[in-house]
């Protein structure tokens, strides 16, 4: 995912509550699940049985990166597939992946967490991965290899959403030279979602369960994602050949070419 806020700060090993010379001489045993895991001086917490690791806690521990937090990553179509992935895979599995638990944020099966760790930070993920399967049973090579797999399509993903935001900056820029003001932006992403979709940037939020003022483009796929950016491209290249000035004609040409683009994926 680019720089995943890699921690520049001199990273505090995991423990268990131990110095790192009593560690060496007395590994604990798998049984203490009250030591918890901690990381940059934050404890990140797991369940009596040790099967759930805290979300909120590993987003705190890499430094709370904006716009990465639980709910955001698990929305993400890697993500629904590695936990689509592991519903499959664990067998006998008889609690939820995920859980929410109030105050104490998000909790999620320990094979998740990793994934989320190497999402948050490099550091993070070795760090937890280490001392997690060190204390831990499980199938490491299970783990790693849907984690990469995750981490592959996430990383796909933000290219994706960068691109897209370059592309949607550029866009901007045109309507501006176009005499769009006010709510004129709205009104022509509006159109061009209508013109594909038939649907509106807050039916659309709601149909995706989104909040009202969510980052729409942060939550759609890679598909949805090239068809707005093509759907832009057309409408910004016909806004200058044919010069259209103003709110509503930019907003119409946004609409009717986002029409083209509805055809063309609808054939």
């Given at each position: ?60 521990a890499a430094g709370k990166p904006k716009n ?29 992946l995920i859980k929410s638990r109030g105050r ?39 783990a790693e290899e849907i984690l990469d797999k ?118």
């Open positions: 995912m680019g720089d995943k806020n890699i921690m520049t700060k001199k990273q505090i090993p995991l423990s268990f509550g131990k110095s790192q010379a009593e560690s060496k001489n007395s590994e604990p045993k798998p049984e203490n699940r009250d030591k918890g895991l901690a990381f940059g001086g934050v404890t990140i917490r797991e369940d009596k049985d040790g099967g759930m690791i805290s979300l909120t806690d590993l987003w705190k990465q937090q639980p709910a955001q990553w698990l929305r993400l179509p890697g993500t629904e597939r590695l936990t689509e992935a592991l519903k499959k895979q664990i067998v006998g599995l008889s609690l939820n104490l944020g998000t909790f999620a099966h320990w094979q998740l967490a990793l994934a989320y760790a190497k999402y948050l930070s490099p550091e993070l993920h070795l760090h937890v991965n280490e001392i997690y399967m060190r204390y831990r049973s499980g199938d490491v090579t299970l995750a981490a592959e399509e996430n990383m796909e993903l933000s290219v994706k959403q960068a691109l897209s935001t370059l592309n949607r900056n550029e866009f901007i820029g045109i309507l501006k030279c176009h005499e769009v003001c006010g709510f004129g932006f709205a009104q022509c992403t509006n159109c061009t979602y209508k013109g594909i979709w038939d649907r509106t940037a807050a039916q659309i939020r709601k149909n995706k369960k989104l909040p009202a003022k969510a980052n729409l483009r942060k939550n759609m796929d890679t598909d949805e994602l090239v068809t707005v950016m093509f759907a832009e491209m057309l409408a910004k290249n016909d806004i200058k050949k044919r010069d259209v000035r103003g709110n509503t004609p930019c907003a119409d040409a946004c609409f009717q070419n986002a029409l083209k683009v509805r055809k063309v994926i609808g054939d």
